[in-house]
């Protein structure tokens, strides 16, 4: 199968994660895979298969080695023209964004998808103005209706607002990358590390964590550690990590006691942080996310910081419903390997490049 993945950029968000991986499993089962991308692009955070074809795009959608000025406009453009003159060469087109999934749709005349891994129009309610928020949060919102063959990434998006689909392939983990660590009992009275992951955007719940740590800090609780993967938060006691790789961001899940996931959207949803915890053998506390249930996390209210310090000094006094939590969760991340994922989803293009 010859597949297509068009890329306005590269970066490090979960999307391009899944996008990067499916390529370099896809490659290694025989397709041959191809990615598009503007050639203002930086090198990709993560590793692509060097029997993925990678292609960097002028502004015409020609070619290029020459590095260019970045805009979204001019890489969508640089997109459409790509597929209007080449998509035939490819047996799927797919998008996993609204920003592609224009250009795939007004360019490309082969088999159309677009992978739904979040519902975009809520990322911008936070946003303010007509060009930061309502604009783009109207096109994303437009982008559900294009006559694309429609695969979302959980249950929740086959009827989500105006998301209509029939076709479900969940993201993948690389489990030799995040495996767990040795299932040892947490001591009270020693430092317990309180790990989250560092993001901007207040619906992601990062100063949910920082505001939990500081009330246990003025309980006395001085034993208990923040440490921040990315960006910092507003709490300053905290310790600020930057994984430079999947596997320094492994160890760093791997290196705390309890990782804290706390978002406030779209709770059904699958979210990486989540997996990968779980998947690293850490004591979880999330707001929710596929899998994550009462048998293999600790399930707190949206927006809540005291519950979350309650649910962490909850988990520190009680060390063997943790651990067995933990042996839980390993059983049920086994769903997301990437041998599970990309076969299944190539199951899903079979469907319709089959009748062609």
């Not at 309180?194 to 001085?222: F, M, P, T």
């Not at 899998?291 to 910081?305: E, F, G, L």
């Not at 943790?322 to 293009?349: E, Y």
């Amino acid at each position: 199968m010859k597949i297509c993945i068009p890329i306005t950029s590269f970066g490090k968000a979960g999307g391009f994660k899944v996008l990067i991986n499916l390529a370099n499993k896809w490659s290694e089962l025989g397709h041959q895979v191809t990615i598009i991308v503007h050639a203002s692009t930086e090198q990709s955070y993560y590793s692509i298969h060097k029997k993925v074809n990678v292609i960097k795009l002028n502004n015409h959608g020609q070619t290029t080695n020459v590095s260019i000025p970045f805009s979204v406009l001019s890489s969508i453009k640089s997109l459409y023209w790509y597929l209007k003159n080449n998509s035939l060469k490819y047996d799927a087109v797919i998008a996993n964004h609204y920003t592609t999934a224009y250009p795939i749709f007004l360019g490309s005349k082969t088999n159309n998808f677009f992978y739904i891994q979040a519902y975009e129009p809520e990322f911008f309610n936070e946003r303010k103005g007509l060009l930061k928020k309502s604009i783009p949060k109207f096109i994303a919102w437009c982008s559900y209706y294009l006559p694309l063959i429609k695969i979302v990434n959980s249950n929740m998006y086959t009827r989500y607002k105006n998301i209509t689909a029939k076709h479900i392939s969940y993201p993948g983990i690389d489990l030799d990358i995040f495996f767990p660590k040795p299932n040892s009992l947490m001591q009270a009275d020693h430092e317990i590390k309180i790990g989250c992951i560092g993001r901007n955007e207040k619906w992601k719940g990062s100063e949910d964590v920082a505001k939990a740590i500081e009330i246990l800090h003025n309980k006395g609780y001085d034993n208990i550690k923040l440490y921040v993967a990315f960006n910092a938060v507003s709490y300053s006691r905290h310790v600020l990590v930057k994984p430079n790789t999947p596997k320094e961001l492994s160890k760093f899940y791997r290196s705390v006691d309890i990782m804290v996931t706390p978002g406030h959207i779209q709770l059904d949803a699958i979210h990486y942080p989540v997996i990968e915890s779980m998947a690293s053998g850490t004591s979880l506390i999330t707001t929710g996310y596929y899998p994550a249930s009462h048998t293999n996390s600790y399930i707190v209210p949206v927006a809540d910081p005291l519950a979350i310090a309650y649910m962490i000094i909850h988990i520190i006094n009680n060390p063997v419903e943790a651990s067995k939590k933990r042996k839980n969760a390993l059983n049920d991340i086994k769903q997301f390997s990437w041998d599970v994922v990309a076969p299944s989803f190539i199951n899903i293009l079979s469907l319709y490049i089959d009748k062609k």
